[in-house]
């Protein structure tokens, strides 16, 4: 079998490469992936019960771009959704981010107006900061907001999440702590938002639909890599990984997914809930919220747990912002910069958190550089 791409990956990033370069290049392409559906992380699918299921967690997409809106807006009708997110902080639901109708709920009346009025006077209404700059405030109310937040919401949880302290990650992820100076309680502020009417699946389905693209699914690439005959390759999964981990591996976080079904209309009342200090799972997820099922009579939801990667048991989701790890990264790049035919993209092939809108962004991106040879 001979085609022009080889791209190794059925997620955003290999599903938008592959059909940019088929239906603009009118080239041969092959997408390989070893799991069984396409759609990466991002697979949804009916369960049992007729609840539809993010099958790794959930995913609600948002964005600020335009293109990127409008290039997966061939592909999908759209519903849209607002995401909301509580926290359990002292026995209380708080919304997410942390906000003004969160110091409400946790606070004395005559304290929740005195921080109200000190985070306007200093930010301005409507204002997100992060909560590495309420930290440098010299106001000695704010400081003590400041860190009641980081204590209560951000430090138990990231605990949880990463197995590390705060301070033992990248300062960049303090940084995306954001606290808002404002009573919107949507968790995104993005100018689109909204669920794929029918599912992510369909919408991959419809993305891989050219007659110049083949998808091979259930098969890693490097059981045809010999079968199959290319002129490049693309690569999503983990770089390391593709070089035989000859620098060491790059870390990574893991998840493991508890879904459970109740006879009841709803579990919860937002889609989401954090519990960044209680219980071994960081959050529980109510689909029906997402998923535009309010008419069924009963529900689904999964409990997430982190957990450490381990390579041929469980799925690595989250690369690890250390400085050491991209000392590391460096010398895969540099392998990397040696294959004239080989190019890596992705969460995975960069080895960078991408949201489902930066992936998008980063293969149309990849995908010009490509075009222009």
């Given at each position: 079998m001979k085609v022009d791409y080889l791209i190794v990956g059925a997620g955003f990033t290999g599903a938008t490469l592959a059909e940019r370069i088929a239906r603009e290049l009118d080239k041969k392409v092959l997408v390989v992936d070893r799991r069984l559906h396409m759609g990466g992380n991002a697979?949804?699918?009916y369960d049992e019960h007729g609840v539809l299921v993010h099958r790794y967690g959930p995913h609600i997409f948002h964005t600020q771009s335009k293109k990127v809106w409008d290039y997966l807006s061939r592909f999908t009708e759209w519903r849209p959704y607002y995401h909301r997110v509580r926290a359990v902080v002292e026995g209380k639901e708080i919304p997410l981010p942390f906000s003004l109708a969160s110091l409400r709920r946790l606070f004395s009346e005559r304290l929740a107006d005195l921080l109200e009025e000190k985070l306007i006077a200093h930010f301005g209404y409507g204002a997100?900061?992060?909560?590495?700059?309420?930290?440098?405030?010299?106001?000695p109310d704010l400081r003590f907001l400041a860190d009641y937040v980081y204590k209560n919401v951000f430090e138990g949880y990231t605990l949880k999440q990463w197995g590390l302290k705060?301070?033992?990650?990248s300062p960049s992820v303090t940084a995306r702590v954001p606290i808002l100076v404002s009573y919107d309680e949507r968790y995104f502020q993005d100018t689109y938002q909204a669920m794929p009417k029918e599912g992510y699946t369909a919408l991959f389905r419809r993305m891989l639909a050219h007659p110049n693209i083949r998808v091979l699914l259930g098969a890693d690439w490097k059981e045809v890599e010999g079968e199959v005959r290319f002129d490049r390759l693309i690569f999503t999964g983990p770089?390391?990984?593709f070089f035989g981990y000859l620098h060491g591996p790059l870390p990574y976080?893991?998840?493991?997914?508890a879904f459970e079904h109740h006879q009841r209309p709803w579990f919860q009342e937002v889609g989401t809930v954090n519990y960044p200090n209680d219980h071994g799972f960081t959050r529980i997820t109510e689909f029906k919220h997402l998923t535009h099922q309010a008419y069924l009579p009963h529900t689904t939801v999964v409990y997430e747990y982190p957990e450490a990667y381990e390579p041929g048991k469980n799925e690595p989701y989250y690369p690890v912002p250390r400085e050491e790890n991209e000392e590391r990264l460096a010398l895969y790049q540099k392998e990397a910069a040696k294959l004239k035919t080989v190019l890596f993209a992705g969460r995975l092939g960069d080895y960078r958190y991408y949201n489902m809108d930066q992936a998008v962004a980063r293969a149309l991106k990849l995908f010009e550089e490509v075009a222009r040879g």
């Open positions: 697979y949804d699918e997100r900061i992060s909560i590495l700059k309420l930290k440098e405030v010299q106001d705060p301070e033992e990650l770089m390391d990984e976080r893991s998840l493991r997914f």
